[in-house]
């Protein structure tokens, strides 16, 4: 059974930083597209990034330059650093595994879904 359980969220000022972590369990790790997506309240659900089984990743524009998404094979984690966060990014962070297009914009694609993990950002 697959299982992504993601930790690292909390509370930051605008222009602060945080890194979240997915640890995956129940399937073969380093062979799943996995990216992070984000769910403020009364808005749908969008992606952040997503890196594919050959370390390519892909960002949201909104992003670009201010997060890194990356990945230790060896430890199962997949991360997200977050720096110079903003407070409209103020949202439950999930981590997804599993599509057949690596991209932030194949959100329904993805198969395996965390539970998800707050981010608060004050302005």
């Known amino acids: 059974q697959v299982q992504l359980v993601e930790s690292g969220g909390g509370s930051v000022q605008a222009g602060g930083s945080l890194r979240l972590s997915c640890v995956a369990s129940?399937?073969?790790?380093?062979?799943?597209?996995m990216g992070w997506f984000r769910q403020a309240p009364g808005k749908e659900r969008e992606g952040v990034a997503t890196i594919d089984s050959d370390g390519t990743t892909n960002y949201a524009n909104s992003v670009w330059g201010r997060f890194t998404i990356s990945k230790d094979n060896a430890k199962n984690t997949l991360y997200l650093q977050m720096n110079s966060l903003r407070p409209e990014e103020t949202a439950m962070y999930y981590c997804a595994a599993d599509s057949p297009g690596c991209l932030p914009s194949r959100r329904t694609d993805f198969r395996y879904w965390g539970q998800g993990t707050q981010v608060t950002v004050s302005a």
């Open positions: 129940g399937y073969t790790y380093s062979s799943y597209c």
